[in-house]
């Protein structure tokens, strides 16, 4: 095995194990000729790539022995990796992915895209049609969405005038347009109807603000805090800060000060990311935590576990909580968690490494089971321009539990509906259900119906769990 100097950056000491977004320095590539062929180029990025997935890929004992190293990087890439099957392979990776450009890389793990500013649910029009709907769940302020008038709970039966059908959505919604027309419907009735309304937005490159929304509400005489956040990101992408902790950080000094003795975290449209900002939330919730209590602990692949425990102990393997002035469980006896298959990750950190030390009731409906971490591999030379996310730890809380793998069932059941509601309308569904459950009586009708009919085959949110998740911040330098 090569040898390596494993050193986690300041902030990382800083916050106790801050998140990932990390590089790994490997030898340097040799530069290639001009004149070489394209199976030889392929095969100086294929030696990087493979090299450090030897050493640091979770399931490295299941590399083959002699992959092709002339075809593509990405197709490379996905020749060695242990990939899920059903029924073959059930432990299988779900989540390791590889990019050509590093830095683009880098800038969606920070929430910055190109995007027009919102995110969808797709849904059949109807059972057995192959017309597509797009609902938006979600639309981000000060984007060029927000800036055209799309609105949660808007309905898109077509772009730029050719209906959505199941063959050609995703050129439509995912290509490489630049500007989109979308044409609306309505719900009448339980029926979808066309509508002359249109929206014209240009995608653009956008930061997202991962703190959507927070409120407090006086219900029953309970004091509840809501938080809906969207992705656990520390920082804008360029910035070396935690100026997003810092945000969720104040939202909680508020909750302190106006005596929040009920929480509800709204994750059901976060897909996860930097384990930092995981541990920095967790520790504004936890009850009874401080410093000195697990979080959740890292297993890393057989061939480096013995070098890392060498070189740095077994604290290296374990993420504690820190001590936040702001925290607010000494007034909570438990926490209500909005989830949606939307959930993942980091989010399912927060439900696993909480549980142990108090109530987390879960409310919506089934999470999306990954209990595995990554980390960014580059190469600081700058001769490889690729980056790859490979998976290399599993994580358990404090109680040795990693057992969601099929993600966490909700203690209580609610679809999201066909017609949406505000999020942070007392009336919306999975907010409802939640006040409902720490008053035990209903302060609004639920929207009806409860259920949405329509056959769902995708969101625009699988992307973000796609090419998000589990992050891990730290260095590597080979010595």
């Known amino acids: 095995m090569r040898t390596y100097s494993f050193f986690r ?14 590089s790994a320095c490997r030898k340097e590539a040799d530069v290639v000729p001009d004149d070489t062929t394209t199976a030889a180029e392929n095969r100086v990025v294929n030696d990087w790539i493979l090299e450090n997935m030897q050493d640091l890929y979770y399931w490295n004992d299941k590399i083959p022995a002699n992959p092709d190293k002339t ?3 990405d197709t490379f890439f996905e020749s060695i990796l242990y990939g899920y099957d059903a029924v073959a392979r059930p432990d299988g990776d779900r989540f390791s992915w590889i990019e050509e450009s ?15 500013g919102m995110e969808f649910t797709l849904y059949r029009r109807a059972q057995n049609s192959n017309d597509v709907i797009a609902q938006v769940v979600y639309v981000l302020p000060g984007s060029p969405a927000a800036n ?10 077509k772009v730029n005038g050719q209906t959505l059908t199941t063959t050609n959505y995703v050129s439509l919604l995912f290509g490489n347009l630049t500007t989109y027309t979308f044409g609306l419907a309505t719900v009448s009735s339980q029926s979808l109807v066309d509508s002359d309304q249109t929206r014209t937005v240009t995608a653009t490159t956008f930061q997202e603000d991962p703190v959507f929304l927070d409120s407090v509400y006086t219900v029953g005489g309970k004091t509840v805090g809501y938080l809906v956040y969207n992705q656990f990101n520390p920082a804008p992408n360029g910035s070396n800060g935690t ?19 009920e929480l509800v975290l ?18 504004l919730i936890g009850r009874g935590i401080d410093a000195s209590k697990v979080y959740f602990r890292e297993e890393w692949n057989k061939t480096l576990t013995p070098y890392l425990q060498k070189e740095y102990g077994d604290s290296f393997f374990v993420q504690n909580f820190v001590n936040k002035s702001q925290n607010i469980g000494a007034n909570l006896q438990r926490v209500f968690v909005l989830t949606t298959d939307h959930t993942a990750s980091a989010s399912e950190l927060i439900i696993n490494g909480l549980r142990p030390f108090m109530t987390v009731t879960t409310i919506g409906t089934a999470t999306y089971g990954k209990n595995v971490g990554s980390i960014t591999v580059t190469d600081e030379s700058g001769k490889i321009k690729w980056g790859m996310q490979p998976i290399v730890f599993k994580s358990f809380n404090s109680l040795g539990q990693s057992d969601y793998a099929s993600g966490f069932q909700p203690n209580v059941e609610v679809e999201e509906p066909l017609s ?26 639920r929207s009806a119906p409860e259920n949405n009919p329509l056959p769902g085959i995708g969101s625009s949110i699988e992307r973000k769990i796609n090419g998000s998740g589990m992050f891990k911040q730290f260095k590597m330098n080979k010595l």
Not at 9 to 22: I, P, S
């Open 148 to 157: 055209a008038g799309m609105k949660r709970g808007d309905i898109i039966s």
């Open 71 to 73: 075809v593509s990087p």
């Open 243 to 261: 100026e997003y902790d810092q945000k969720v950080d104040a939202i909680f000094s508020e909750f302190k000060a106006k005596g929040v003795t």
């Open 266 to 283: 709204d994750l059901r449209y976060n897909p996860g990311g930097y384990t930092s900002s995981s541990v920095n939330l967790a520790s």
């Open 102 to 116: 590093a830095d683009d890389l880098s800038a969606s793990l920070s929430g910055e895209t190109r995007t027009t």
């Open 9 to 22: 950056q300041t902030t990382c000491l800083a916050l106790l194990t801050t998140v990932l977004g990390v």
């Open 420 to 445: 949406l509601l505000p999020l942070g309308d007392t009336r919306e569904a999975l907010l409802n259900e939640a006040l409902f459950q720490i008053t035990g009586s209903r302060l609004a009708r």
